[in-house]
């Protein structure tokens, strides 16, 4: 398996601009999570999905973010309009299910590096 | 909720001695630990997880790690340390959906 596979791997846009990034996670998974990680906040989940469904977007900073799962296979995170302080890595992990809570591992994808000029 | 700390934002230890990298977790209720590393410009990688059962649990690279509840911490630890092991380690707890990280502790192995 090719593991979890996130794109771009470098983003660098300026200010306003709107930002997309791209997600497919491990075959068979049903879990699907977004974390951000900055020097100052450290690893932080923004959103989660079961089968397509978002279950948890407490983590979503702001109406600017956005996230979406339209097929097992993909998902999105959407930054409009993008800030200075959203410059971040983004990062999609993806997890089997186990029934009742989710205990399992989560696979993490390399993280896509996005800077807001 | 859930919170995880990690005493110490940088470690260095010499190459051969003992690893020993701190997580103290707080959470109303017995909840799922992690350790995760992870190297430059990558993402991360499991070491070991607890989730029920034996407390002592192994992981890979020699890792292991002990959950003990009544000092609500699952510190990692590693016999010799080697030169691959320098990179950043995570502790992250869950209860159910998303994991909740420490600030991580960067390993630094002195030759």
């Known amino acids: 398996d090719a593991g979890v596979i996130q794109s771009p791997r470098h983003e660098v846009t300026e200010m306003g601009q709107e930002v997309t990034l791209r997600c497919k996670p491990i075959s068979g998974h049903d879990y699907l999570f977004w974390y951000r990680q900055t020097m100052m906040r450290g690893l932080e989940l923004l959103i989660y999905f079961n089968n397509n469904v978002p279950i948890d977007d407490s983590g979503m900073p702001e109406d600017r973010f956005s996230a979406k799962m339209p097929n097992a296979s993909f998902s999105t995170l959407k930054i409009q309009p993008s800030e200075p302080r959203d410059s971040a890595v983004y990062f999609c992990a993806s997890s089997p299910s186990l029934g009742l809570g989710n205990t399992d591992t989560q696979y993490f994808g390399p993280g896509t590096r996005l800077t807001v000029l | 909720a859930q919170s995880v700390t990690q005493l110490g934002s940088h470690v260095s230890v010499s190459e051969g001695a003992l690893v020993l990298l701190r997580c103290n977790y707080s959470s109303s209720v017995p909840p799922y630990l992690f350790w995760y590393v992870q190297y430059p410009n990558q993402g991360l990688q499991l070491l070991l997880k607890?989730?029920?059962?034996?407390?002592l649990v192994k992981g890979i690279n020699g890792f292991e790690a002990e959950f003990k509840k009544s000092e609500t911490s699952f510190h990692l630890t590693k016999p010799s340390a080697h030169m691959s092991d320098a990179a950043e380690y995570f502790c992250a707890v869950t209860l159910a959906g998303g994991l909740t990280f420490g600030k991580g502790t960067h390993l630094i192995i002195q030759p």
């Open positions: 607890y989730t029920t059962g034996a407390t």
